[in-house]
């Protein structure tokens, strides 16, 4: 892993689709914190993708949303840009999904502090595939049939949506490895209501001053069907992608994708009795959510009202 004379002073851990995005919008902009350009590194998860470029040298100066960062060097060397003033983090939903990461961060750094978002797990689940939906990877014909299909092994791109909604077993892992003191958990459906008291809030559980920022916008996870689906579905292909890689540049590539990503919002809507199904089988680990992080989400994610009508 990476040497000892190197820390990364923080991680925002997930989960993936509760508002990480604007999580990072908001500490890239503060002057006494610096993050990478590549939002999300996934040094310290055991992830893949189907997608090469995932796994592709970050270019410097330039912006990605995500990358499988495999080397020590390359990971050290997206924090080499850091002040000696500002504090360093790592912003990786997927460190959120195997319970081994929480012990990788803490051989790394044993006084890292940890920052987990989480989200009523259903509608986190239904907002995971909508995305995967828009972008092609996804071609079930709704959620139901999405979350029974055969399951895919890449982060991201298949459909372990209940799954990536199942927080317990990493939690545990975080809280068993790192103090109670160490570990700031924010519920998504709170702090996006409340965006400036939560960005206070989390600026002084990393110990600096609270940077005042305009409501930030997750607009990367702003949920598309794309204008141009089926032709974005072609190119998805494996024999499409190694076509349109060998003969078209990066830039030409970024202006295609920006063509095809001109859309509008799905229509297809979370149903209430399939929601309150697939939390009703999960009130146990809701349960032990509650008493470990001492947030309400019982109350929160309407699970008290589904055990009320049992």
Same mark, same amino acid.
């Given at each position: ?116 978002? !989480? %989200?009523? *797990?259903?509608? #986190?689940?239904?907002? $995971?595939?909508? =995305?995967?939906? +828009? ?99 072609? !190119? %998805?292909? *494996?024999?499409? #992608?190694?076509?349109? $890689?060998?003969? =078209?540049?990066? +830039? ?59």
């Amino acid at each position: 892993m990476v040497g000892q004379e190197f820390k990364v002073d923080f991680f925002v851990v997930g989960a993936a689709r509760s508002g990480t995005t604007t999580l990072y919008q908001y500490l890239s902009k503060h002057p006494d914190i610096y993050v990478p350009r590549v939002k999300e590194l996934n040094y310290f998860s055991k992830v893949s993708s189907s997608q090469p470029q995932d796994y592709a040298l970050p270019k410097p100066e330039q912006e990605y949303h995500t990358k499988i960062i495999q080397s020590p060097e390359v990971y050290r060397a997206l924090f080499s840009q850091a002040k000696p003033s500002q504090i360093k983090g790592d912003i990786s939903p997927s460190y959120l999904w195997h319970e081994e990461t929480a012990a990788a961060i803490k051989a790394h750094n044993p006084k890292a502090k940890i920052v987990i978002s !989480l %989200r009523h *797990p259903v509608e #986190r689940a239904f907002s $995971h595939y909508l =995305m995967a939906k +828009s972008v092609g990877y996804d071609q079930s014909k709704n959620f139901q049939q999405a979350i029974h299909a055969p399951l895919s092994g890449h982060w991201g791109g298949g459909n372990r949506y209940m799954e990536w909604s199942d927080y317990i077993g990493p939690l545990k892992a975080y809280y068993a490895a790192f103090p109670k003191a160490q570990i700031h958990v924010m519920i998504f459906e709170q702090w996006v209501q409340g965006q400036e008291k939560a960005f206070a809030d989390l600026a002084e559980f990393l110990s600096v001053d609270h940077y005042k920022l305009e409501r930030a916008t997750d607009q990367h996870n702003q949920t598309l069907a794309y204008k141009h689906q089926g032709t974005l579905n072609a !190119l %998805r292909t *494996p024999w499409a #992608r190694t076509l349109f $890689h060998s003969i =078209m540049g990066e +830039s030409s590539r970024d202006r295609v994708k920006a063509f095809l990503f001109g859309g509008r919002p799905s229509e297809e809507k979370l149903p209430e009795q399939v929601s309150a199904q697939l939390l009703g089988q999960n009130i146990e680990s809701l349960r032990q959510i509650e008493e470990l992080t001492q947030k309400p989400v019982l109350d929160l994610w309407g699970v008290n009202k589904i055990i009320a009508q049992k």
